[in-house]
């Protein structure tokens, strides 16, 4: 139903900026609630962001608030990740996702989200 890509990953320098963009492929993409998800070496995955079908609330994991923006153009069918002020940790493979119904608020679970991109991977060195 939903077919999502991302791009946009890379390899930076500590500091450093990169923006991440996740293109949808179905007509209805503005109905659902996006999120960014990434997971590193050994970890599970972890939420990132999460944004409303029309972009009017953002939620935040911790550890990027302040740093990291999400952002979408319906119109484009596009969801993006700005991300400024990397940090080694930020290392993932970093996955947009689309919330598993539309018009359903989104959270940091990764149980509610069905559908996933393929992953892009940004490595911050220092």
């Known amino acids: 139903q939903v077919q999502l890509v991302e791009s946009g990953g890379g390899l930076v320098q500590a500091g450093e900026t990169l923006r991440l963009s996740c293109a949808a492929s179905?007509?209805?993409?503005?109905?659902?609630?996006m999120g960014w998800f990434r997971q590193a070496p050994g970890k599970e995955r972890e939420f990132v962001a999460a944004?409303?079908?029309?972009?009017?609330?953002?939620i935040y994991a911790d550890s990027v608030k302040g740093r990291f923006t999400i952002s979408r153009d319906n119109a484009e069918s596009t969801v993006s990740l700005q991300m400024i002020s990397l940090e080694p940790e930020d290392t993932a493979v970093y996955y947009c996702?689309?919330?598993?119904?539309?018009?359903?608020?989104?959270?940091?679970?990764?149980?509610?989200?069905?559908?996933w991109g393929q992953g892009t991977q940004v490595t911050v060195s220092s």
């Open positions: 944004i409303t079908w029309s972009g009017g609330s953002k």
């Open positions: 179905g007509r209805t993409f503005s109905n659902y609630a």
């Open positions: 996702a689309a919330m598993k119904a539309p018009y359903i608020f989104p959270s940091g679970e990764t149980s509610g989200y069905a559908y």
